[in-house]
């Protein structure tokens, strides 16, 4: 009873002190426990997610976020142990730095860790720039660079930074970010889907459990999307590289080449080159949806195709242009061939064929002006002078002039009327085109087709119309005839193409200087060429645009010449053929056979079923040396005579055989060159001295 009693005291006294005890931690130290709880928790740590890729149409990495890292060395972590350990792999752990980054030396990155050493410094930059992914795993297998970062002193700060694997191409289309990523997106593409390109910040905490962090996740990070574009790498690169040779060759200042698919809208390639300083060209801006320039004489197709739709005139109507120049309101107005006497008396389709200025002014001011209203009505009909409302930002809002607005005077219809006193940026001319292209329907030009997440599709970008119908099915017959004749029969043959039919309009223009005019200086030209192909059948549309100080200047044989080489070369690609087709079963395939062993070429010519006729009789076990000749239906073998104590002939022979062949009559062979031996220094029929060295030529 006495023990039982004891038992039931202590524990009483026990329950009483942790009441008490905890009556004091509650109210007492409260505060001093909440401190001590709040170091071993960070609360609402921000997870960054990954930031989705942009993809071109066929599948490509165009854009993707990749880690870059700098490397540091704390000198001080793991104590004398890591010290000592250091010291006993500096030379190891420098040749493998070395390695890594072969610009530096072994034994300047000694130098360089004794001099952080020496320092005790705690973050020591290894190395001076920031280094990949790989080079990071590579550089942590080194000796003491592989420990923990507590004990070997090795770690790193990240960088998440967004790569182009394919360079230039599209660059500004695809878009920038800003250095430091949290600022987001620059421009392009990266820019008009940032939201969904960055997805969704996580958050969580990091709580202390025995004396280690650990991540407890409160919200996961969602990752963005990928974004797939209309690019297509391989017609970019075609592009680029057709545009970027014109411009050297001509020393232009801006080139523009945009190539776009006729009935979706999507933009296969588009590429704006700028002249920097060191004489070379990059993407600094994208010159194709932001110029304003005056588009010149592919603005006519739209003046012609008005004056059509409204009756005022037929593809046989003719103007007397004259010698080259007339007086539109007090201003000449002038033909390209005004020195040469000009064109005298042409019809409609000629005048777009030469590119007649005074044709179609003529024309334009003729019907329309007393009523110049009419005329830009009918351009708003087309909606040529509408924004694209495009899917990246920064494009121009074509400025086409009515008789209302300020400085709109007698000269402005005519001069309008050919591509000048109005601004349209190249990409909507190229809608333009497009339309005419598409039987009429003109469709907005888009850049990206899907968001997709985890291989499914979650946001599609439909082919949009702009106008369903740019005019009546006539009018447009007869633009598609004339414009086919521009390509196959006037200026801009040099656009064309032997294989299939282009359709398109050459533009030569002077650009203005602003306030300064147009001869303020060194008289600028812009040349262009828009148009599609194959002609019959439109599968795509393109503008190429370029600016270039001085003359000499030529739509056709500048602008049109690279399209013709796009046009092509995107054709070719394209191309898919039978290959039964290029097999003509009348006729047999035979071979050059190489002068050597016979029997080999034998089983060889059997077993790919070759007509042979042989000229020996084969006998099993032993070697028949000899050459070859080609007949009409089959391969002819003979064999030659080898006799023992003559130097044998292999001429014919490949190098195999030779040697083989000379090494077994016991002479040392120096060869010289690939292919058939052409020549041997030691004659065949010679006398053989064994231990001889024969040259054999190859080629």
């Known amino acids: 009873m006495t023990r039982y009693f004891f038992v039931v005291l202590v524990m009483g006294l026990i329950g009483v002190a942790i009441i008490v005890k905890g009556t004091v931690i509650m109210f007492a130290e409260r505060q001093y426990w909440q401190d001590v709880a709040d170091r071993f928790v960070k609360e609402n740590v921000t997870v960054k997610p990954n930031r989705g890729n942009i993809l071109s149409s066929d599948g490509k990495l165009m854009a993707s976020s990749l880690p870059e890292y700098r490397i540091y060395m704390d000198f001080k972590a793991g104590g004398e142990k890591k010290d000592t ?48 992914y790989i080079q990071y795993k590579e550089a942590k297998r080194l000796p003491v660079f592989n420990l923990n970062k507590y004990k070997g002193g090795f770690h790193e700060q990240t960088y998440n930074q967004r790569k182009k694997p394919f360079g230039s191409l599209a660059a500004r289309t695809l878009g920038d970010l800003y250095a430091d990523t949290a600022q987001g997106a620059k421009n392009g593409i990266e820019l008009a889907f940032d939201t969904l390109l960055k997805g969704r910040d996580g958050i969580t905490h990091r709580q202390k459990v ?28 075609i592009c680029e590289k057709a545009l970027i040779d014109k411009l050297k060759e001509i020393n232009a200042s801006v080139g523009v080449a945009v190539l776009m698919e006729v009935q979706t809208g999507e933009i296969k390639a588009i590429v704006n080159m700028m002249k920097a300083g060191d004489g070379n060209y990059y993407e600094m801006r994208n010159n194709a949806i932001s110029d304003m320039l005056e588009p010149g004489s ?29 007086m539109m309101h007090g201003r000449p107005m002038k033909d390209h061939n005004w020195h040469r006497g000009g064109y005298g008396k042409i019809d409609v389709t000629r005048i777009l064929e030469v590119s007649s200025n005074i044709g179609v002014s003529y024309l334009i001011d003729k019907h329309y002006s007393d009523n110049p209203q009419k005329f830009v009505d009918g351009l708003k009909r087309i909606g040529i002078d509408r924004p694209l409302h495009l899917q990246i930002a920064g494009e121009g809002k074509p400025n086409i002039r009515g008789p209302k607005e300020r400085y ?28 005419i292209a598409n039987n009429g329907t003109m469709v907005r030009p888009k850049f990206v087709k899907a968001a997709v ?8 970008f439909p082919t949009e119309v702009i106008n369903p ?3 009546s099915d006539n009018t447009l017959t007869q633009i598609r005839e004339i414009l086919h ?78 399209f013709s080489k796009i046009a092509e070369r995107v054709y070719a690609k394209n191309l898919r053929f039978d290959i039964r087709s290029a097999i003509d079963s009348t006729t047999n395939v035979i071979p050059a056979v190489k002068a050597g062993e016979m029997n080999e070429a034998l089983r060889v010519l059997n077993t790919l079923d070759v007509p042979v006729q042989k000229q020996f009789e084969a006998q099993k076990g032993r070697e028949l040396w000899g050459h070859s000749q080609a ?62 060295t024969i040259a054999l030529t190859l080629r």
């Open 85 to 132: 350990m250091l010291m006993n792999h500096l030379g190891e752990i420098c040749e493998g730095l070395h390695r890594i980054f072969p610009d530096k030396s072994a034994a300047e990155f000694k130098r360089h860790l004794l001099k952080g050493r020496k320092k005790g410094s705690r973050n020591y930059l290894i190395y001076p720039k920031r280094i990949s």
């Open 210 to 237: 025995m004396n280690k962090y650990l991540n407890i996740v409160d919200i996961a990070p969602v990752d963005g999307c990928d974004i797939i574009s209309t690019i297509d790498v391989g017609m970019q690169d």
């Open 298 to 326: 592919t603005f006519k197709t739209a003046s012609i195709m008005v004056a059509l739709e409204d009756g005022k005139i037929t593809p046989d109507t003719e103007v007397d242009t004259g010698n080259g120049i007339m």
């Open 408 to 435: 709109f005077a007698k000269t402005t219809l005519p001069w309008m009327s050919i591509g000048y006193e109005t601004q349209v940026p190249p990409l909507n001319i190229l809608t333009f085109y497009n339309a």
């Open 453 to 460: 997440k985890d291989g499914e599709v979650v946001h599609e």
């Open 469 to 471: 119908k740019i005019c």
């Open 485 to 562: 004749k521009v390509v196959s029969e006037g200026l801009a043959k040099p656009a064309g193409s032997k294989q299939f039919a282009v359709a398109g309009k050459t533009g030569t223009a002077q650009i203005s200087q602003g306030a300064a005019g147009y001869k303020a200086g060194r008289v600028n030209y812009l040349v262009s060429f828009c148009g599609y192909f194959p002609a019959e059948a439109p599968k795509y549309s393109c503008i190429v645009s370029i600016q270039k100080p001085g003359l000499p200047a030529s739509g056709g044989l500048m602008a049109g010449s690279v």
């Open 631 to 692: 007949a009409p239906s089959a391969v002819i073998l003979q064999n030659q005579k080898v006799s023992a104590g003559i130097v044998p002939s292999v001429v014919g022979m490949g190098a195999k055989d030779a040697v083989y062949l000379l090494e077994s009559k016991g002479l040392k062979v120096h060869l010289n060159g690939i292919g058939k031996v052409r020549s041997q220094s030691i004659a065949g029929g010679s006398r053989l001295v064994r231990g001889q």
